[in-house]
């Protein structure tokens, strides 16, 4: 499972609040990723890291920040969450592979905002 | 980015092959292709990829045609847990941070139901 681990697993919350989820790796990889999943749009990316303080937008960012402080631990913030990020949240990291950077992914986070 | 076709749905019996086909005709040469599998409410699975060449390992074969247009993902011997959805993904940098950092983008893939 490349030492991911999300927290939390489920969340409720209410819509204008702020959330934060959490990604954390055990294993030193460079390259970390937040994911949505929403049935009928498959996977999206949202942010992505490259390394500690370097962060770039996905395709899917609006409504959201991140923050990459230490190598291990990948925050997700929704700054006001509101009913259309009801989702369920994926963070991925990339290891070596052949020569080749292979993504895996974390158990996800299922968040409901009401 | 390329995109991939791939049928919605696929039965298959217990322990016979499972061959998932996958299209993506617009495929660029540098451009490798991924499969993942995501069984229900789990984190989507690595499977497999490649460039060009077949290749194999513990879990699947892929074949790649030679024009790189489509690949065939292989289960040898599917089992009642090899029931999932199963992605075909084409890789594609993300060009701004360069090195090897890159996006996966998964569409709806084949949902693959063994049966016993």
């Known amino acids: 499972d490349a030492g991911i681990t999300q927290s939390p697993r489920h969340k409720v919350t209410e819509t204008g609040t702020p959330v934060t989820l959490r990604c954390h790796q055990t294993?030193?990889?460079?390259?970390m990723y937040w994911y949505r999943q929403d049935p009928g749009h498959g996977l999206r990316l949202i942010h992505y890291s490259y390394g500690v303080k370097d962060t770039d937008k996905g395709e899917v960012s609006d409504g959201y920040s991140v923050s990459r402080s230490k190598t291990e631990d990948f925050l997700l913030t929704l700054e006001s969450a509101t009913s259309s990020q009801t989702s369920v949240y994926f963070c991925?990291?990339?290891?070596?592979?052949?020569?080749?950077?292979?993504?895996?992914f974390g158990p996800g986070t299922r968040l409901l905002v009401l | 980015d390329a995109k991939t076709t791939q049928p919605p749905s696929m039965d298959c019996a217990e322990g016979r092959a499972a061959n998932l086909p996958c299209n993506h005709s617009t495929i660029s040469g540098n451009e490798y292709v991924y499969w993942y599998r995501q069984i229900h409410s789990q984190g989507p699975q690595y499977i497999i990829h490649g460039l060009k060449n077949n290749e194999t390992n513990e879990m699947a074969s892929l074949i790649i045609t030679e024009d790189r247009k489509s690949s065939t993902l292989i289960l040898p011997h599917a089992t009642l847990r090899d029931t999932a959805v199963y992605y075909c993904?084409?890789?594609?940098?993300?060009?701004?941070?360069?090195?090897?950092?890159?996006?996966?983008?998964f569409g709806k893939g084949t949902l693959l139901t063994v049966n016993p």
């Open positions: 991925a990291i990339s290891e070596p592979s052949g020569g080749w950077e292979t993504q895996y």
């Open positions: 993904i084409v890789r594609v940098f993300l060009s701004r941070s360069g090195g090897s950092n890159y996006k996966l983008t």
């Open positions: 294993e030193n990889h460079r390259y």
